[in-house]
C-alpha cells in the first residue's frame, strides 16, 4: 500500500516536473527544517515564480561547499544558499559561480568588506558571549576583561563549526600579533570546546558554563518564543560579524529562476522571514520593522570583519596559535 | 565448503561496500596529500582514549556480569534491556544525560558542594574516558554475560559436586570462558572508541583531545584535502586491524564440551560475601547507567508537549530504516559468522572501523555520477547502518556459532545435515538468543544514528536523530529533549522486541 503511494507520489511529481520550470537551491540542513526558513520561502517564491522550488540540504555551510566542490560543473544546483563570508574565497577559487548582478542597498555593515560580485548576503549577525542576566549581572566587557576573569565559557572548534571560526577571526581582528596571548589568558576560562553551535547552546542550557559563543540576536529568540528575558549578549567594543550569502551557479540550467530567487532573496517577502525562523538580522529591514524582542543591531563602528581574500591566511595563522595556546 | 559460501558473498558484498567508497575518495583526491604533524598527534590521542575506555569498559564489565550471571532478582530481566540503552543513544542526548550527573551543575558535584568538597571536572581525558564507559560497559557487560551462560550449567553442577571454592570455579571455568571472550570484546570497544568523534571533543576540554576522526572532518570540509581525508581512514582502518589480529592471537577458544542449556545455579557463590559483592556491582553498574538515563527521561518529559509533528513522522522514517538495516546486518553478520575463521572478522569490523564521513563521500562520488543520491537516502542509511552495526553482531553471533559447531558439529556431520537443514534444525535454534540480541543491537543503533550522510540527504525523509539535532540548531532544548525521549522510548522498544524475543520463555 505504502509502496503505491510512493509510485504515485513519483509519477505525479515526474509529470508536475514535465510542465513547471525546477529550480534546485542547495543550502545548510537547518534552513530546510519544518521551523526554519525554507518551508515559508518556498511557499512565498513559488507563489511569485510559477515553478518548483526544491531545497536539498548539505549538513552545515562548509559541507555545502564540500559537496559542490565534489559534483564540479555537472551540479544540479542552480543557487548556494549559505555560506559565509569566512568560505567565499574558497568558494570563488572553484570557478563554479556566476556574477548575481544585483546592485541593492543592502542594511549591512561594512559593505567595502563584503561587498561582491559573485556572492550576495542575505542575512547577517554579530557573534557574541551570551549569559544569564540573573547568574551573571555583571560579564566582561571586552576580550581581554574575559580573559582575566574567572568566568567559564563554551566555544566551538574553529574546524568544526562557523561560530568557532568566527571567534578566532574575532580574537585575531582585535589583538593581531597579540591574539595568542588572548587565548592563553582565555584557555583557563574555557570549560570545553565542542564541535558544533549546537552542543555548546546545550551545555549553556545545562548550567555547565557562565558564558556561550552566540551571536547578538540569540536573546532574541528566548524573549520571542519563550517569553523569557533572563539571556543577554555581553556587548564588547567590538564583534565579528557574520555574514550568510547565496550564489548563482555558473552551470544552472535556469539562469533566469536563479537571478529572479536572488532578486526575491533581498525582497521584502524573503527578508521579512528570516528574523524569526534564522534569528539573524535581515539585510534589508522588514517593512514593519524588526518584530519585538529583536534589538536593533549594533552600530557600523562595532562591527569587524576580514575580507574574503583575506581570511584564508589569517585563518591559517590564528588556527596554529589557537591549537598552541590551547594545548599546553 | 557450502558452509561458508554465503560468508565468502557477505564478506564480498561488505569489502566492496567499504574499500570501494574508500578508493573513489584516493581517486577523486589530487596527488601530494600529506599526514600533518597534528594529525599524529591526533592518532595518539585517538589511541590512548581508545584503549583506556576499552580496557575500563572491559575490566568493570566482568564482575557486573558475572554477578549478573549468578544472581536471579527482580528487574533482572528489565536491567538486562536497560543494558542497551547507553550504547543506542545519540551522543548528544547520552552526553547531556552525563553533564546532568557528572556536570558542572550536575548531582555529583550539587552533592559535594553540600558536603564541603571541591567539585569535580567531567571535562579532560577522564571525561571522554567516562563517556565511553557510559556508552560501552553495557555492551561489553552483555557480550561478556553471554560468555557466562555459554558455560553449561552442568559443569557447575559437577563443580559443585567435586566441592570446587569459588577460587577454582573461577580457576577452571570462568578464567578459560574469559579469556575466550574478553579478546574479542576489547577489540570491539577499542574500535568503535577509535571514530569518535563528538565525545571526545565535547567532553575533551579543547584541541588537546583531538580526535582522528575530527582530523579527516577538518580535511574534508575545511580544506578540502580529500586525499589526506582518506589516508587519515586508512590510518583508523590499520589502527583497528591490528587489534583485532592481536585480539584473535590473544583469545583461546573454550572447550567446556556441550550442556542441556539449563538455568544456572551456582553452589560455590552461596556465601554472604559472594552475595554482597554481586549486589555492589549490580547496584554500582546499575546507579552509574540508570541514573542519566533518568536525567534524560525526567529532562525530556516536559519537552514532549513541544515537539512538533515533524518529530514524528520522522520516529516513522527512522524505524522504517531501524526495521531494513536489522535485516541486512543480521544476514551478512549469520552468514560471516558461519565462516568461523579470522578473516571474517576482520571485514566485519571494517564497518566501524572506517570513518563514515569517507564511506559517505565514496559512495556520493560513485553514485553522483549516475542518479540523484537523495533517491538512495533511505537504502544508503539502512545499509550503512548496517554495516556499521555488523562488528557488534558479529560478536554476538560468532562465539554461539562456533561453540554450538563444537559441540554439536560432529553429530551433525554423522547425520549428514548440511546447508539449509543444518541452518534450520542446528544452528538457529541454538542462535536464537545471540540471533535475538545482535538484531536488536542493530536495529537500535540504526535508530540513534544521525542519518550517516549529510550528501545522501533527502528533505523529506529525515530521521528522528537528525531532527532532533535540528531542534537543537534552532534553540528548541526542551523540544530537543522531548525529541531525545521518543527517541530512546523507540530505541529501546526495537531493542526489547528483538532481544526479548531471542531469549523467549529461556530465563536468560
Known amino acids: ?328 | 565448503m557450502t558452509r561458508s559460501g554465503p560468508g565468502w558473498v557477505a564478506a564480498g558484498i561488505v569489502a566492496a561496500l567499504i574499500l570501494g567508497p574508500l578508493v573513489a575518495v584516493f581517486m577523486r583526491a589530487e596527488a601530494g596529500a600529506q599526514v600533518l604533524t597534528s594529525d599524529w598527534s591526533a592518532v595518539r590521542f585517538t589511541i590512548l582514549q581508545a584503549a583506556l575506555s576499552a580496557l575500563l569498559s572491559i575490566a568493570l564489565a566482568i564482575p557486573v556480569a558475572r554477578a549478573l550471571a549468578r544472581r536471579a532478582f527482580r528487574g533482572r530481566g528489565i536491567l538486562i534491556t536497560l543494558l542497551g540503552a547507553p550504547f543506542i543513544l545519540p551522543v548528544i542526548v547520552a552526553v547531556l544525560g552525563l553533564l546532568a550527573v557528572f556536570g558542572r551543575a550536575g548531582i555529583v558535584n550539587t552533592a559535594l558542594a553540600w558536603l564541603g568538597l571541591p567539585p569535580v571536572s567531567i571535562y579532560g581525558l577522564q571525561g571522554v574516558v567516562l563517556a565511553h564507559v557510559f556508552f560501552n560497559l553495557p555492551l561489553a557487560t552483555r557480550i561478556i554475560l553471554q560468555g557466562w551462560q555459554g558455560i553449561p550449567s552442568e559443569r557447575f553442577r559437577l563443580a559443585a559436586n567435586l566441592g570446587l571454592s569459588g577460587v577454582q570455579v573461577a580457576r577452571f571455568l570462568e578464567w578459560p570462558m574469559l579469556r575466550a571472550v574478553v579478546p574479542g570484546a576489547l577489540m570491539v570497544v577499542f574500535a568503535i572508541c577509535l571514530s569518535s568523534f563528538a565525545v571526545a571533543l565535547t567532553l575533551g576540554g579543547g584541541p588537546r583531545a583531538t580526535t582522528v576522526e575530527l582530523a579527516i572532518y577538518q580535511a574534508f570540509n575545511f580544506d578540502f584535502d580529500l586525499g589526506r581525508a582518506a589516508r587519515l581512514a586508512v590510518i583508523q582502518l590499520v589502527l583497528a586491524g591490528s587489534a583485532a589480529v592481536v585480539a584473535f592471537w590473544a583469545a583461546v577458544p573454550a572447550g567446556f564440551g556441550a550442556g542441556l542449556g539449563r538455568v544456572v545455579r551456582r553452589w560455590e557463590a552461596e556465601t554472604w560475601g559472594a552475595r554482597a559483592l554481586d549486589a555492589g556491582w549490580i547496584g554500582l553498574a546499575a546507579g552509574f547507567l540508570i541514573v542519566p538515563l533518568a536525567m534524560i527521561f525526567l529532562n525530556g518529559v516536559s519537552g514532549l508537549t513541544q515537539v512538533p509533528g515533524a518529530v514524528w513522522r520522522a520516529a516513522g522514517v527512522s524505524v522504517t530504516i531501524a526495521l531494513i538495516s536489522t535485516a541486512l546486518c543480521v544476514a551478512l553478520a549469520l552468514s560471516l559468522a558461519m565462516v568461523r575463521r579470522g578473516w571474517a572478522e576482520v571485514v566485519a569490523l571494517m564497518g566501524i572501523a572506517v570513518s563514515p564521513l569517507v564511506i559517505g563521500t565514496g559512495l556520493f562520488v560513485i553514485v553522483n555520477p549516475w542518479m540523484d543520491p537523495a533517491r538512495l537516502a533511505m537504502p544508503v542509511t539502512a545499509l550503512v547502518n548496517a554495516l556499521m552495526a555488523l562488528p557488534f553482531a558479529m560478536r554476538v553471533l560468532a562465539p554461539d556459532v562456533a561453540r554450538t559447531e563444537a559441540d554439536f558439529g560432529r553429530l551433525a556431520d554423522a547425520l549428514s545435515l548440511r546447508g539449509w537443514a543444518r541452518l534450520r534444525w542446528l544452528i538457529l535454534p541454538r542462535l536464537r538468543p545471540a540471533l535475538g540480541f545482535s538484531a536488536g543491537l542493530a536495529g537500535a543503533l540504526s535508530m540513534g544514528d544521525l542519518g550517516v550522510v549529510a550528501l545522501f540527504a533527502d528533505p523529506d525523509f529525515a530521521t528522528l536523530p537528525l531532527q532532533m539535532y535540528r531542534l537543537m540548531g534552532a534553540y528548541r532544548m526542551e523540544a530537543a529533549a522531548g525529541a531525545g525521549l521518543i527517541l530512546l522510548a523507540l530505541s529501546l522498544g526495537v531493542f526489547w522486541i528483538f532481544d526479548r524475543g531471542g531469549r523467549g520463555d529461556v530465563d536468560a
Not at chain 1, 562548509?62 to 542552480?78: I, N, P, Q, Y
Open chain 1, 1 to 328: 500500500m505504502k509502496r503505491l503511494f510512493i509510485a504515485a507520489g513519483v509519477l505525479l511529481a515526474t509529470q508536475a516536473t514535465a510542465e513547471t520550470p525546477v529550480l534546485t537551491v542547495y543550502t545548510y540542513d537547518s534552513f530546510v527544517a519544518d521551523w526554519g526558513p525554507g518551508p515559508a520561502v518556498e511557499a512565498a517564491f513559488e507563489e511569485v515564480c510559477d515553478c518548483d522550488l526544491q531545497f536539498v540540504a548539505a549538513g552545515d555551510g562548509a559541507s555545502l561547499l564540500s559537496r559542490l566542490r565534489l559534483e564540479g560543473a555537472r551540479s544540479k544546483a542552480d543557487v548556494v544558499l549559505g555560506l559565509d563570508t569566512n568560505l567565499t574565497a574558497a568558494a570563488r577559487e572553484t570557478g563554479l559561480f556566476a556574477p548575481h548582478g544585483i546592485e541593492a542597498e543592502l542594511d549591512v555593515p561594512r559593505p567595502e568588506a563584503w561587498r561582491d560580485e559573485l556572492f550576495l548576503p542575505y542575512d547577517w549577525g554579530y557573534f557574541a558571549f551570551v549569559h544569564d542576566r540573573e547568574k551573571l549581572p555583571q560579564p566582561p566587557e571586552t576580550l581581554e576583561e574575559l580573559a582575566n576573569s574567572d568566568v567559564s565559557i563554551v566555544i566551538q572548534d574553529p574546524r568544526s563549526s562557523t561560530p568557532g571560526l568566527g571567534l578566532l577571526l574575532w580574537v585575531k581582528a582585535v589583538h593581531g600579533d597579540g591574539a595568542e596571548a588572548i587565548w592563553e589568558g582565555l584557555s583557563d576560562n574555557i570549560v570545553t570546546v565542542t564541535p558544533g553551535w549546537s552542543e555548546a547552546y546545550g551545555l549553556f542550557g545545562e548550567g555547565e558554563a557562565d558564558m556561550v559563543l552566540s551571536y547578538t540576536t540569540s536573546p532574541a529568540y528566548h524573549r520571542v518564543a519563550e517569553e523569557d528575558d533572563s539571556k543577554a549578549a555581553a556587548i564588547f567594543p567590538q564583534h565579528y560579524m557574520q555574514i550568510e550569502v547565496a550564489g548563482k551557479l555558473a552551470a544552472s540550467a535556469q539562469p533566469e529562476l536563479a537571478d529572479q530567487f536572488l532578486s526575491f532573496m533581498v525582497s521584502d517577502a524573503f527578508q521579512s522571514i528570516i528574523p524569526t525562523t534564522n534569528w539573524m538580522y535581515p539585510v534589508a529591514m522588514p517593512e514593519d520593522g524588526l518584530p519585538d524582542g529583536f534589538d536593533a543591531p549594533l552600530a557600523e563602528d562595532k562591527a569587524l570583519l576580514f575580507a574574503p581574500d583575506e581570511v584564508p591566511a589569517q585563518r591559517e595563522a590564528a588556527l596554529a596559535e589557537w591549537q598552541r595556546a590551547l594545548s599546553k
